[in-house]
């Protein structure tokens, strides 16, 4: 069974980077498609990038275009989202997951991803 653990959370400044991490075991992540997902308090989950086994990406929020970034090292069985110049509204907790056979279409639906991690909070104070 996989499991993803992610990690890079913390309370920035508008303004300010992060880049989160998403850690996997129980497998490897080479043969997935793997997604960043995020959860405002009251809102529900939106995806926000998205990156194939052969690395296309899908971005599914414009609000971080140019300022988020999604990357893989399978070497390290890890997913990266590098993000840069924080704003109040990125506030959330940031979810990564898991999918094998979906296309680049539905990279950013979450009905298509059986594994996920716990989240990580990303608070960003003006």
């Known amino acids: 069974q996989l499991r993803l653990v992610e990690s890079g959370g913390g309370l920035v400044q508008a303004g300010g980077s992060l880049r989160l991490s998403c850690a996997a075991s129980g497998g490897t992540l080479d043969p997935y498609t793997l997604g960043w997902f995020r959860q405002a308090p009251g809102k529900e989950r939106e995806g926000v990038l998205g990156i194939s086994a052969r690395d296309e990406t899908a971005n599914c929020t414009d609000s971080v275009k140019g300022r988020f970034t999604i990357s893989r090292d399978n070497s390290k069985n890890t997913v990266y989202l590098q993000i840069s110049n924080l704003k109040p509204e990125d506030s959330a907790v940031y979810y990564c997951?898991?999918?094998?056979?979906?296309?680049?279409?539905?990279?950013?639906?979450?009905?298509?991803?059986?594994?996920w991690g716990q989240g990580t909070r990303v608070t960003v104070s003006s």
């Open positions: 997951a898991a999918a094998s056979l979906i296309t680049v279409p539905t990279m950013c639906l979450k009905e298509w991803y059986p594994y």
